[in-house]
């Protein structure tokens, strides 16, 4: 993996506290610790990494990330959830996935950003630069590894998102999301389903919903109020949702329903 280049400064810098602290403290309060990339090093490797990191706290509608901007720098997200998205010259846009706690974002192929992220909500992330990838590479090798890891994790997500819009109707695709976030916030194992009555806390708005899986917001409206009619989820609030028949959810989901 060849490095980009020398970067230059950002063309929107982001006004953010980058304080440094002491490394041993940075990394034993990190949510994404013991998740993603950084698992993959002793706390005595995490030295090196913390040490070229910036630690950055972002506020929540937050852009940090533009489509088509210089890709100067990736990001390992420690808490909270950013959206990645992809805007159409009309003003529309396409949200393609979330990252949270242990993600990396921003480590594309090309010199440029292929999608735009934005905070959700207050989030923590360590800010790396693109620059320095290789050093960081030939000094732990193992690293390497767990980046192959990221992008084939990444490909699966991208095959299942284009069933969700290509194939599945709007029902189909909010079973699909519930689940997916049942999984994502790991109230249930892999292939697994939530227990009945499982809540989810969802810091996306309808919109981001809508956004994500190729429908209106009146559309999302619609398809939630027919779930919860059914009986198979509970909307105690805008941002939490409860998973009465997770099984029943599958089954729409799957279309076997």
Known sequence: MSSIGKAVPLRHPVA???????TGSVCDDCGARHIGLCDALSDDELVFLARVAQHMSLPAGKQFMEEGEPAQHFYNVNSGTVRL???LPDGRRQIIGFAGPGHFIGLAATDMNIV?????????????????????????QVLERKLLDV????????QQQMLLLGRK??????????LYWARRQEV???GKLPRPKTKLSLPLSRTDLADYLGLTIETVSRSLSRLKKN????????????????QALEDIADATN
């Open 16 to 22: 953010i506290n980058l304080a440094e602290r002491p």
């Open 85 to 87: 998205f992809k805007a």
């Open 116 to 140: 735009s992220a934005e905070t959700m909500e207050p989030v923590q992330v360590c800010r790396f630069s693109r620059a320095g990838l290789d050093a960081m590479l030939a000094e732990y």
């Open 151 to 158: 992008a084939m994790h990444e490909l699966a997500l991208s």
């Open 169 to 178: 109707t709007a029902l189909e695709r909010i079973a699909s999301f519930l």
């Open 188 to 190: 249930c194992g892999e």
């Open 231 to 246: 009986g198979l989820i509970e909307i105690p609030s805008t941002h939490d949702i409860v998973l009465l028949r997770p």
